[in-house]
């Protein structure tokens, strides 16, 4: 497997913009790249499309059967490109049980790993800090290091010494840059379409990376990796239908892309609309998903769009399938509350009021079991992640019965009336042998 991870000792070190500046470099040296991120993260998928001009795929080694995951990295990497995925918090963090960690990923494709170091803070200090990471496991090998937010030729001097004793090689050097930030809310990094003049932050990035880059290292290291097999024709979720309308706009962004490829290897057909720009969903659509984002940042825009209501009211009178996840399931609801306290009428397909009044974080990995096999047939993994609560739900069949990473019962969760469901869950991959 041709490829890297981009890791860190914690999360803070600046990996994604490194990430981001990479993945743009090795493009403007006509390098073909792959580009993945490890864990449930939906928001950093976006950025690293943006930056390498290819979809980016999410690879869990918690919630994905290890199949699913070789068997996405081959097709990913397709036509020889280089796999490069961006790790979540640090090299050895996982979920709640201490599985699906970056490390795991790493062993399971056997990719090198680079380790972004947020050198501000330190000099000589970060040669025993490497060491203990590269010892840690005899199956992850890390194969150099990023030095990040170093604040000076002495520094960097000092920093080379250091690891020079420990005999690891230095990749990159990336000097101090207040501007090498990101803008963030509260489930993470603000959305890639959001962000104003990203086009201009990620050339940035790419030259602040390339400044003092061994690329030539780089690319050889890359592609030390060692076959994995791989099963293209692996079971994968069942799609909602065989002509599915998805909802894409800055409200409705959080869709896995490794779900939306699995579904077309299925045999589904994927159309895309705009809610947020008053569109309907395609006439013959046989099914519609609702993936989740920020509703409660667009509810006036939302409750407002005539003609997308009145499509998917039809829609739902029609018998057609219709599915929401977490942002999308709020927006299936009867009424949205803003943060301010002001309620915003959704489409009163499920009897459901959600609230961003009062905040309360919900995360972390979960185990889904579809109640009486109604409008799923199999057990899921899946992930949870809002600040939303729940007001008031009506009469109405529940969706799921949900576990913890830890195996923790959670109780059942999630709405259905008929061929109309949603839930708090991003659903990931069948349950199998994931984890």
Same mark, same amino acid.
């Given at each position: 497997?041709?490829?890297?991870?981009?890791?860190?000792?914690?999360?803070?070190?600046?990996?994604?913009?490194?990430?981001?500046?990479?993945?743009?470099?090795?493009?403007? +040296?006509?390098?073909?790249?792959?580009?993945?991120? !490890?864990?449930?993260?939906?928001?950093?998928?976006?950025?690293?499309?943006?930056?390498?001009?290819?979809?980016?795929?999410?690879?869990?080694?918690?919630?994905?059967?290890?199949?699913?995951?070789?068997?996405?990295? %081959?097709?990913?990497?397709?036509?020889?490109?280089?796999?490069?995925?961006?790790?979540?918090?640090?090299?050895?963090?996982?979920?709640?049980?201490?599985?699906?960690? !970056?490390?795991?990923?790493?062993?399971?494709?056997?990719?090198?790993?680079?380790?972004?170091?947020?050198?501000?803070?330190?000099?000589?200090?970060?040669?025993?800090?490497?060491?203990?990471?590269?010892?840690?496991?005899?199956?992850?090998?890390?194969?150099?290091? &990023?030095?990040?937010?170093?604040?000076?030729?002495?520094?960097? $001097?000092?920093?080379?010494?250091?690891?020079?004793?420990?005999?690891?090689?230095? &990749?990159?050097?990336?000097?101090?840059?207040?501007?090498?930030?990101?803008?963030?809310?509260?489930?993470?990094?603000?959305?890639?379409?959001?962000?104003?003049?990203?086009?201009?932050?990620?050339?940035?990035? %790419?030259? %602040?990376?390339?400044?003092?880059?061994?690329?030539?290292?780089?690319? +050889?290291?890359?592609?030390?990796?060692?076959?994995?097999?791989?099963?293209?024709?692996?079971?994968?979720?069942?799609?909602?239908?065989? +002509?599915?309308?998805?909802?894409?706009?800055?409200?409705? !962004?959080?869709?896995?892309?490794?779900?939306?490829?699995?579904?077309?290897?299925?045999?589904?057909?994927?159309?895309?609309?705009?809610?947020?720009?008053?569109?309907?969903?395609?006439?013959?659509?046989?099914?519609?998903?609702?993936?989740?984002?920020?509703?409660?940042?667009?509810?006036?825009?939302?409750?407002?769009?005539?003609?997308?209501?009145?499509?998917?009211?039809?829609?739902?009178?029609?018998? $057609?399938? &219709?599915?929401?996840?977490?942002?999308?399931?709020?927006?299936?609801?009867?009424?949205?509350?803003?943060?301010?306290?002001?309620?915003?009428?959704?489409?009163?397909?499920?009897?459901?009021?959600?609230?961003?009044?009062?905040?309360?974080?919900?995360?972390?990995?979960?185990?889904?079991?579809?109640?009486?096999?109604?409008?799923?047939?199999?057990?899921?993994?899946?992930?949870?992640?809002?600040?939303?609560?729940?007001?008031?739900?009506?009469?109405?069949?529940?969706?799921?019965?949900?576990?913890?990473?830890?195996?923790?019962?959670?109780?059942?969760?999630?709405?259905?009336?008929?061929?109309?469901?949603?839930?708090?869950?991003?659903?990931?991959?069948?349950?199998?042998?994931?984890?």
């Amino acid at each position: 497997m041709s490829g890297l991870l981009i890791a860190a000792p914690s999360s803070g070190s600046g990996k994604t913009t490194i990430t981001l500046g990479l993945l743009r470099a090795l493009r403007n +040296r006509g390098v073909a790249v792959a580009p993945g991120k !490890a864990g449930p993260d939906y928001i950093d998928p976006a950025f690293h499309s943006a930056a390498s001009g290819t979809p980016c795929l999410n690879f869990d080694a918690w919630a994905m059967r290890p199949e699913l995951i070789s068997a996405n990295a %081959a097709l990913h990497r397709s036509g020889d490109r280089i796999l490069v995925i961006e790790a979540m918090m640090g090299l050895f963090d996982g979920a709640a049980d201490g599985k699906g960690t !970056a490390a795991d990923l790493a062993a399971m494709l056997r990719l090198s790993v680079v380790l972004v170091v947020d050198a501000s803070r330190m000099s000589h200090s970060v040669a025993p800090l490497v060491s203990g990471f590269a010892s840690f496991r005899a199956d992850v090998r890390i194969a150099g290091v &990023i030095l990040n937010k170093v604040g000076s030729e002495r520094h960097e $001097t000092m920093l080379r010494q250091a690891l020079d004793a420990i005999r690891m090689p230095v &990749i990159a050097v990336i000097r101090s840059d207040k501007t090498l930030a990101l803008p963030e809310r509260h489930l993470g990094l603000v959305q890639a379409g959001e962000h104003q003049g990203l086009e201009d932050f990620i050339e940035h990035a %790419a030259e %602040a990376v390339s400044d003092e880059c061994n690329f030539e290292f780089l690319l +050889r290291t890359a592609r030390q990796g060692l076959n994995v097999p791989s099963a293209a024709n692996i079971h994968r979720l069942t799609p909602i239908g065989s +002509r599915i309308a998805v909802a894409r706009d800055i409200a409705f !962004a959080f869709s896995y892309e490794h779900m939306l490829m699995g579904w077309r290897r299925r045999g589904a057909t994927i159309s895309f609309f705009s809610p947020l720009a008053d569109e309907a969903p395609a006439a013959d659509a046989d099914a519609i998903y609702l993936p989740g984002g920020y509703p409660e940042l667009h509810a006036g825009e939302i409750a407002s769009a005539q003609k997308f209501r009145r499509a998917m009211i039809e829609a739902a009178g029609g018998g $057609t399938r &219709i599915y929401g996840e977490c942002g999308g399931y709020m927006v299936l609801g009867e009424g949205l509350i803003d943060s301010g306290g002001t309620r915003h009428e959704m489409l009163g397909l499920l009897p459901l009021v959600t609230s961003y009044e009062e905040r309360s974080r919900h995360l972390g990995y979960r185990r889904v079991q579809p109640v009486d096999g109604a409008f799923f047939d199999h057990a899921m993994t899946a992930h949870e992640y809002h600040y939303s609560t729940v007001v008031r739900e009506g009469e109405a069949d529940r969706l799921f019965r949900v576990s913890d990473a830890l195996g923790i019962g959670l109780g059942e969760a999630g709405l259905r009336r008929g061929q109309i469901a949603g839930s708090y869950m991003h659903l990931i991959d069948l349950a199998g042998t994931a984890a």
